[in-house]
């Protein structure tokens, strides 16, 4: 039976990564706003002889969001493995001078979209499925009231769902990446030395060796 991988933020940095590093063991779902970055992804996964189904949409789009699960059912009745990447990263401000807007996307796809994502993929992945988030600790640093923030309540809701499923699965896996050269680190570092970062397909390895998928 063919298993499925359902990468969120999947057309750039680390998400770009693991779905091809998870390629030709996984049929990669490719979730991802940017349809360059998908259809990169793609030619790399048919590389490696493996096969993505590319969805472009915004993970915010709760009707979307469900009608991709609908049909991933529909299809296939369950997914192995649900790898969340998708980030906003607004620019770094004082706490006085957060935007309006930059905070309401923040909010919006950083920890809105975990309300409804959750319970839509829950049931694809079952008991014996594993979901993979991605910690990136910033909460109470300074400039970082947009991000900081809103990852942390992120990863909180991510943590909450570990520990309700620790005996029951599905099985959570929360992992701290290495600083990699990135965009999103590119936006909060510009003047950072990129060739001491981790690059995102390295760190995509390291990663998954740390658990087991289900093949």
Known sequence: MTQIALITGASRGLGFALAEALAPDFHIVAVARTVGGLEDLDDRIKAKGGEATLAPMDITNRDAMAHLCRSIFDRWGKVGLWAHTAIHAAPLTPAAHMDKKDWQKSLSINVDAMAHMIPFVAPLLGTDGQALFFDDPHGG????????TTKT???ALARTWSAETA???????????????TALRARFHP???????????????????QFQPAK
């Open 141 to 148: 640093e300074p400039y970082y009231g947009h991000y900081g």
């Open 153 to 155: 309540a992120q990863m």
């Open 167 to 181: 005996k029951t699965g599905p099985q959570v896996h929360i992992h701290q990446p290495k600083p990699m050269s």
């Open 191 to 209: 003047g950072e030395d990129r060739d001491l970062l981790a690059a995102p397909r390295d760190e995509a390895a390291r990663l998954l060796a």
